[in-house]
């Protein structure tokens, strides 16, 4: 059994009298430890498989589980709190809090569990360290980089030292620079820390950082490995 | 369940400042409002309960139990009742029995003034200042011939500056100058509104010879005491009015005037509620992705709403005090004119309390629904905005 399973994994909108479905009858393996691109076309479905596997929306039918647990069924609280151990997610946008520091930011997922305050810095510590932002500990957003705040970002999503992260178009804001930056701090994760990485591209070049890439299209999958 | 750190609350406040400004004058309004609606009103039951003191009876003509002004009795009435009641108050021999005339005048400020004034006035003897301990001469002293003694807020009652009616002044009433000869308070009364002539002067003036009311403050009688003697002498056409009974009858009077006011505060609140609603909700709204990612961190919905509802929560207690502060500064004991005299804003307990819940209902019902409103959409679609 892989370690994520998706079957006929189906995700249907309804709008008015119409029907969405971006995900149709999916089946998906990922192992423990892989780092996958997710490609396609804008609108084929790729937000919506990433937000699936992340617990933050739940299918209409079909069955996802990970590390054995049945996610479809699962309510919306204990899903919340199956998130804060289990995923990190990294956005486009970054998301950081704007009236929070670096530092602040990067706290807030381990304010979720119980960590005493000195806990909690040695981690802060240790994350804003690994994406080389040791000094910037006391820095709001906007004194902040677009590649300086997506390292926020990441540091924020690895801070709980959760097993999966996801992450949606995340060197779609950055230059080029800043996006290789990023990728090459993705893949030593992937490497060194053995975290499963899922990664939702449009850039190729980006894709190839990881160990196998598969394409959506109007909701099915088309494998290719790299 | 793990909230949001409270600060982060606090430093929210900060994001907009022209929001945190529109909000915080936005509340401070409201509660000022509403706090300003319940001095009135307090202000109001309070002149009355004060006024009636429970050991007093008043003696008014049959037939005008609803106003002294109208009511018409014997000169004679009040060394009668000195005689036929036993158990009255007296000190030193004298008894606690006030004859007084209560009546509107028209006053000038000068002789030829143009402009006339309606005063309360009220004509009385010595005894007048046994049957109302309230009264306290703060300046000079008790009127002589065609003087007269000025209540704390009677100016306010006229309309005219305070300076106008200082010790030695002059107004004109019947075509002659009345001179100022001391001032009076009686806190929260209504006759802290009126000016005292003597009796005798005020019943020449008027050319009437008979009084408005016989003021009795009884010691071991009872109210009935004198209502037996009401019925006993017929023929002088009295009825015995407790002179708290008098005062709650005419507090009655004036419940419609309080809904008014209250109507009024509370209509002018629910506008600047939809006001404060609005703010809220673009302030919220315009931070649906930052919720939605909170979210996908793990924060649940209700440590989103308590955020929220805090920050809101800072906005009106700031306002509230800034209200408070504001009542006690601006009006805490303003005059306020009525028909029958003038009395003191109350800035007490209880207004502040309803000020200050006024103030939280609006963080409370202003936010609530933008809150709720904002973290009913799924986290993906908010994480799309
Ligand atoms: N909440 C929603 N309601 C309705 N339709 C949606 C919703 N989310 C996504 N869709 C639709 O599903 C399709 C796939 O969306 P998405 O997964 O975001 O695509 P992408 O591959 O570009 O990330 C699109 O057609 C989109 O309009
Ligand atoms: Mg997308």
Known sequence: MSYIECRKLTRAFHKGDTVIKPLRDLDLDIEEGMFLALMGPSGSGKTTLLNLLAGIDT???????????ELTSMPRSRLASWRADTIGYIFQLYNLVPVLTAYENVELPLLLHNYSKKERHAKV?????????????????????????????????????PKIIVADEPTGDLDAAAAAATMAMLKRLNIEFKKTMIMVTHDPKTAAVAQKTLHLEKGQLIENNA | MKLIPWDYAVRNLGRNTMRLAMSLGGSALVALLILSAAAFVRGMERSMKVSGNAKNVLLIGAGSEESLERSEIGNGVASIVAASVQGIKTQLGVPYISPEVQMAALIRLEK?????????????????????????????????????????????????????????????????????????????????????????????????????????????????????????????????????????????????????????????????????????????????????????????RFALIANLMQESLIIAA?????????????????????????????????????????????????????????LRMPIAEALKK
């Open chain 1, 125 to 161: 510590s240790l994350a804003l360290d690994l994406v080389g932002l040791a000094d910037r500990y006391d820095h709001y957003p906007r004194q902040l980089s677009g590649g300086q705040e997506q390292r926020v970002a990441i540091a924020r999503a690895i801070v709980g030292d």
């Open chain 1, 59 to 69: 299918a209409t039918s079909g069955s996802l589980k990970i590390g054995g647990i």
């Open chain 2, 318 to 374: 700031a306002g509230g005090l800034i209200a408070v502060a504001a009542g006690f500064a601006l009006l805490d004991g303003l005059a306020v004119r009525i028909t029958m005299g003038a009395f003191g804003l109350a800035v007490d307990t209880t207004v502040i309390v309803s000020a200050l819940a006024a103030a939280f209902a609006l963080g409370i019902i202003g936010a609530l629904p933008p809150a709720l409103q904002c």
């Open chain 2, 112 to 300: 030829e003034d143009p402009e006339s004034y309606l005063s309360l006035f009220r004509g009385v003897t010595p005894s007048a200042y046994l049957v109302h301990p309230q009264v306290r001469i703060t300046e000079g002293r008790s009127p002589g011939a065609n003087e007269i003694l000025v209540g704390r807020l009677a100016s306010a009652r006229l309309g005219i500056p305070d300076a106008k009616l200082a010790i030695g002044k002059t107004i004109w009433f019947d075509g002659r100058p009345w001179t100022v000869s001391g001032r009076f308070e009686a806190p929260n009364t209504v006759m802290e509104a009126e000016i005292w002539s003597p009796l005798k002067d005020l019943q020449i003036a008027t050319r009437r010879d008979n009084v408005s009311t016989v003021v009795i403050t009884l010691d071991d009688a009872e109210i009935d005491d004198i209502k037996d003697f009401c019925q006993q002498r017929l023929d002088l056409e009295l009825v015995a009015v407790s002179e708290s009974d008098y005062y709650a009858k005419l507090a009655q009077f004036y419940r419609p005037v309080q809904g008014i006011v209250w109507i009024t505060a509370i209509l002018i609140a629910l506008g600047g509620m939809f006001g404060g609603l609005n703010t809220m909700y673009a302030a919220f709204a315009a931070r649906t992705r930052e919720l939605g990612m909170l979210q996908v961190l793990g924060y649940g």
